[in-house]
C-alpha cells in the first residue's frame, strides 16, 4: 500500500519540485538566447513576422520593398530610394520603417504614390509636421511622415494602408562623393547594425530608449541601379560586397545588380578610377541660389616625396563587444595584428580591449620590442566577442597616462560602432585627445559610418572602413602610411578678391595624404581668380591654387552646404539644445527643404479612406540583420549586445540536465518509498 511517508534525508516531492524549478531555469535562458518567435522568423526567411505589441503573437501582416536608383553626375550624385509598403491582413495598419541614410546626405524629397495619383511631400517643423501626421491617421487619410532619427537612421511612418492595398513612398537625397586614396566612392547603406547605449547615472546598462531599429534574420531585399557620368574616362569600375552588371550608355556607364534583387544585409559599395590622374587633383562646383552663390571644392593632398622617422605612442583600441562576433571579430583581429606587425622598434604602444569592461596590455606603452610584440600577438589572438559596448572605459584608459612631449600619440580604434551615445563619445574625444590623434576603422558589413567620421574628426584623425577580410591587408595597409607620414596642417583659404565667404563648416585641423578636403561656402557672386589654399606640410609651407572660374556648374550644391552647415551647428549632428541654434536650424532647412533634427517631411492624401469604425494597427517592419552579426543568427528586436547568450545557453544546459538528475533521483526515492510495508 502506498503512503506519504518522509523517506529519510528527504521529500520525493521535494525532489520533483526542485527538477521543475531547474527545468523553468533552464527553458528561461535559453529562451533568451533564442526563442519560438526568432525560429518561426528563421524558417520562414523572406516572410516578415511582425508584432503590434510587445506581448502580441506574431503575425505576417505588412511586406516592404526597396528600390534605389542613384545617378552620379561629376561628384554629386542624387538618390531616389523607393518603398513599397503592402499590407497582406485583413485589417488597416500603419507602418513604420527604420532605415539608414549617409550621415552627410541632404534628404529633401517625399512622394506617396497612391495608384495613379502622387502626392508631394513638404517640409514642415518636426512637431507640426507630426501634428498633421496624427491628425490624418486617425481621420481615415493616407498619410507619410519621414523623420531623422539620428544623422545617419531615418524612419518612413505610412498611415491608413488598406487590406490587401500598397502605398509607395520615394525619399530623394544629395551627396558629394569626394575623392580619396585614387579613387571615387559611392556607398548605399542598407542594413542598420542596432545601436547600444551605457545608462545614465551608473543603471544598468540598456538600449537607448529612442532608437527604433529592429532587425530579423527574415532578408529584406532591394533593387539597385546606378547611372554613373563621372566626366572623365574610367579606369575601371569595382564593386566592392555585390556581383554587378556594367553596359555603356551615351554618357558614361549603368551598373545595375547582377541578379533583380539582393539581400539587404550589407551596404553597397562603387568606387571607380580616372583614367588618366589629373595634374591638379582638385575640382570647383558651383550654384546660384537666389542672391547667393554656392560653391563646392574637392582638394586632395599629393602624396608626400619624403617620409619622416617620427617617434611615435600608438595605441590600439578594440572593441570585443557581443556585435562584433562572427566575422566583425576575425576581421577586427586580423587589422589589430597587422597594425602591430608594422610597428617600429623605436616606437612604443599598447593595447587596449573593451566589451562589458575595459582593460589593457600593458600598466602603459611598451617599446615595439621583439617580446612585447610577441605578447601583444598571443593577447590578440585570444580575443573573443560578448558582453556591452561600454567605449567610454576604453577611451578614458587611452587619455589616463600624460602623454609624451617628445613622441606623436596615435590611437587606433577599430570598432563597429554600434553605440547610441555617439553624441557623449564625440565630445569626450574632443575634449581629451589634446595633441594625439585618433584613427578609426570600421569592421563589418554596416558599420555606424556617423559616428567612426564624427570621432575621427574630434580626434583630428581619418577614417578607414573594412568591410570583409579580403580588404584588411590593403585599407589598414594605406592607414598606416598616413600614419608613419605627417599631416597637412595649419590650414588656410585666401578667396579671389577678398570675397567674403561663410564657410559651412571650419576646416579641419589636419588632412592626409589621399583624404579629401571638402570646402562648401557661401558667397555673394562667384570670385574670380585663383583661390589659393596654403598650409604647413613636413615643417616647411605648401600652397596650392585651384582655379575657381572654371567652377562647373552643379545642381544641389546649395542644399549639400546647407546640409554641411545644419550639422556644424548641431555640434556632433545629435540635436542642439540651445534655442538660438535651434532656431538657425531650421530657418535653413525650411529654407532649403531638408529634414533635420528639427523639421521633418510631410505627405497627406486629402480623402479619408478608413471607415470611422475600423481600427488601425501599428507594425514595424524589421530591417535585414548585417550579414554575419549576431542578430542574423536569429535574434530579433532591439540590440541585445549586454546579453551574455554564450554563458545563459550553458547555464541554461547545465540546468536542464540537472533536473534530470534530480526528477530521476526522485522517482527512484519515490519507489523505494511506496514498496515499504
Same mark, same amino acid.
Given at each position: 500500500m502506498r503512503s506519504e511517508i518522509q523517506a529519510p534525508g528527504g521529500n520525493a516531492s521535494l525532489w520533483h519540485d526542485l527538477a521543475n524549478w531547474l527545468a523553468l531555469a533552464a527553458l528561461l535562458a535559453l529562451g533568451i538566447v533564442w526563442s519560438p518567435a526568432d525560429a518561426a522568423q528563421v524558417e520562414r526567411a523572406g516572410?516578415?513576422?511582425?508584432?503590434?505589441?510587445?506581448?502580441?503573437?506574431?503575425?505576417?501582416? =505588412?511586406?516592404? %520593398?526597396?528600390?534605389?536608383?542613384?545617378?552620379v553626375t561629376g561628384s554629386v550624385v542624387r538618390v531616389q530610394v523607393t518603398q513599397t509598403f503592402t499590407n497582406a491582413g485583413n485589417g488597416w495598419v500603419e507602418g513604420l520603417y527604420v532605415f539608414p541614410l549617409p550621415a552627410d546626405c541632404a534628404v529633401d524629397e517625399l512622394r506617396m504614390q497612391i495608384g495613379e495619383r502622387t502626392i508631394l511631400g513638404e517640409i514642415r517643423e518636426r512637431q507640426a509636421a507630426h501634428a498633421a501626421y496624427e491628425q490624418a491617421r486617425r481621420e481615415g487619410r493616407r498619410a507619410s511622415l519621414v523623420d531623422q532619427e539620428r544623422p545617419n537612421m531615418f524612419t518612413s511612418s505610412v498611415a491608413n494602408i488598406p487590406p490587401g492595398g500598397a502605398v509607395t513612398i520615394s525619399i530623394g537625397y544629395l551627396e558629394s562623393l569626394p575623392y580619396r586614396d585614387g579613387r571615387y566612392t559611392l556607398s548605399l547603406p542598407l542594413t542598420i547594425t542596432p545601436r547600444y547605449t551605457p545608462a545614465m547615472n551608473g543603471d544598468t546598462a540598456a538600449v537607448y530608449p529612442e532608437t527604433p531599429e529592429l532587425v530579423s534574420p527574415a532578408l529584406q531585399r532591394v533593387a539597385i541601379e546606378v547611372e554613373l557620368d563621372a566626366g572623365f574616362a574610367l579606369e575601371g569600375v569595382q564593386s566592392l560586397y555585390h556581383a554587378i552588371r556594367t553596359s555603356a550608355t551615351g554618357s558614361g556607364e549603368r551598373i545595375t545588380l547582377?541578379?533583380?534583387?539582393?539581400?539587404?544585409?550589407?551596404?553597397?559599395?562603387?568606387?571607380?578610377?580616372?583614367?588618366v590622374a589629373p595634374d591638379t587633383q582638385a575640382a570647383a562646383f558651383a550654384e546660384t541660389s537666389g542672391?547667393?552663390?554656392?560653391? =563646392?571644392?574637392?582638394?586632395?593632398?599629393?602624396?608626400?616625396?619624403?617620409?619622416?622617422?617620427?617617434? $611615435?605612442?600608438?595605441?590600439?583600441?578594440?572593441?570585443?563587444?557581443?556585435?562584433?562576433? +562572427?566575422?566583425?571579430?576575425? #576581421?577586427? $583581429?586580423?587589422?589589430?595584428?597587422?597594425?602591430?606587425?608594422?610597428?617600429?622598434?623605436?616606437? $612604443?604602444?599598447?593595447?587596449?580591449?573593451?566589451?562589458d569592461e575595459a582593460s589593457a596590455l600593458f600598466r602603459a606603452a611598451q617599446p615595439a620590442s621583439a617580446v612585447n610584440v610577441a605578447a601583444a600577438t598571443g593577447f590578440i589572438g585570444a580575443l573573443r566577442a560578448s558582453g556591452g559596448t561600454e567605449m567610454r @572605459?576604453?577611451?578614458? =584608459?587611452?587619455?589616463?597616462?600624460?602623454?609624451?612631449?617628445?613622441?606623436? $600619440?596615435?590611437?587606433?580604434?577599430?570598432?563597429?560602432?554600434?553605440? @547610441?551615445?555617439?553624441?557623449?563619445?564625440?565630445r569626450m574625444i574632443q575634449a581629451r585627445s589634446g595633441s594625439g590623434r585618433l584613427f578609426t576603422v570600421g569592421i563589418g558589413a554596416a558599420p555606424n559610418a556617423y559616428f567612426m567620421h564624427a570621432a575621427a574628426a574630434a580626434g583630428r584623425g581619418?577614417?578607414?572602413?573594412? +568591410?570583409?577580410?579580403? %580588404?584588411? #591587408?590593403?585599407?589598414?595597409?594605406?592607414?598606416? #602610411?598616413?600614419?608613419? #607620414?605627417?599631416?597637412?596642417?595649419?590650414?588656410?583659404?585666401?578667396?579671389?578678391?577678398?570675397?567674403?565667404?561663410?564657410?559651412?563648416?571650419?576646416?579641419?585641423?589636419?588632412?592626409?595624404? +589621399?583624404?579629401?578636403?571638402?570646402?562648401?561656402?557661401?558667397?555673394? %557672386?562667384?570670385?574670380?581668380?585663383?583661390?589659393?589654399?596654403? @598650409?604647413?606640410?613636413?615643417?616647411?609651407?605648401w600652397m596650392r591654387q585651384v582655379p575657381v572660374t572654371a567652377a562647373s556648374s552643379q545642381a544641389g550644391i546649395a542644399k549639400l552646404w546647407a546640409r554641411e552647415r545644419i550639422a556644424a551647428l548641431s555640434q556632433g549632428g545629435l540635436g542642439a539644445q540651445d534655442?538660438?541654434?535651434? %532656431?538657425?536650424?531650421?530657418?535653413?532647412?525650411?529654407?532649403?527643404?531638408?529634414?533635420?533634427?528639427?523639421?521633418?517631411?510631410?505627405?497627406?492624401d486629402l480623402t479619408p479612406v478608413r471607415p470611422a469604425h475600423e481600427p488601425l494597427d501599428g507594425l514595424q517592419v524589421p530591417g535585414a540583420a548585417p550579414l554575419g552579426s549576431y542578430w542574423a543568427a536569429g535574434s530579433t528586436g532591439f540590440a541585445r549586445t549586454a546579453t551574455p547568450a554564450p554563458l545563459l545557453a550553458l547555464i541554461g544546459g547545465f540546468a536542464l540536465a540537472l533536473a534530470g538528475v534530480l526528477f530521476a533521483a526522485g522517482r527512484g526515492r519515490t519507489a523505494r518509498v511506496a514498496r515499504q510495508p
Open positions: 516572410t516578415l513576422w511582425l508584432k503590434s505589441a510587445p506581448d502580441a503573437a506574431p503575425a505576417a501582416a =505588412l511586406r516592404q %520593398q526597396t528600390r534605389m536608383h542613384a545617378t547582377a541578379a533583380e534583387e539582393a539581400p539587404a544585409d550589407r551596404d553597397f559599395e562603387l568606387t571607380w578610377k580616372p583614367q542672391a547667393d552663390t554656392y560653391l =563646392l571644392l574637392l582638394l586632395t593632398p599629393p602624396q608626400l616625396t619624403t617620409r619622416q622617422v617620427l617617434a $611615435r605612442e600608438v595605441i590600439f583600441i578594440i572593441d570585443t563587444s557581443g556585435s562584433m562576433q +562572427g566575422p566583425s571579430i576575425e #576581421q577586427a $583581429r586580423a587589422a589589430l595584428e597587422l597594425g602591430v606587425a608594422r610597428l617600429k622598434p623605436t616606437d $612604443r604602444f599598447n593595447v587596449i580591449r573593451f566589451s @572605459g576604453a577611451l578614458e =584608459l587611452a587619455f589616463a597616462s600624460a602623454p609624451d612631449p617628445e613622441r606623436l $600619440r596615435q590611437i587606433v580604434f577599430i570598432t563597429d560602432g554600434s553605440v @547610441g551615445n555617439e553624441d557623449e563619445l564625440v581619418s577614417y578607414t572602413f573594412i +568591410g570583409n577580410r579580403a %580588404q584588411v #591587408q590593403a585599407r589598414m595597409t594605406d592607414l598606416f #602610411q598616413k600614419l608613419e #607620414q605627417p599631416a597637412l596642417t595649419n590650414l588656410e583659404v585666401r578667396w579671389p578678391g577678398n570675397v567674403p565667404a561663410e564657410l559651412a563648416a571650419a576646416l579641419p585641423a589636419d588632412v592626409y595624404a +589621399g583624404d579629401p578636403l571638402v570646402i562648401a561656402a557661401r558667397l555673394p %557672386q562667384l570670385p574670380q581668380g585663383l583661390l589659393t589654399l596654403s @598650409g604647413t606640410s613636413e615643417g616647411h609651407p534655442e538660438a541654434t535651434r %532656431q538657425g536650424i531650421v530657418t535653413l532647412a525650411l529654407a532649403h527643404h531638408l529634414v533635420s533634427d528639427f523639421t521633418s517631411l510631410i505627405a497627406v
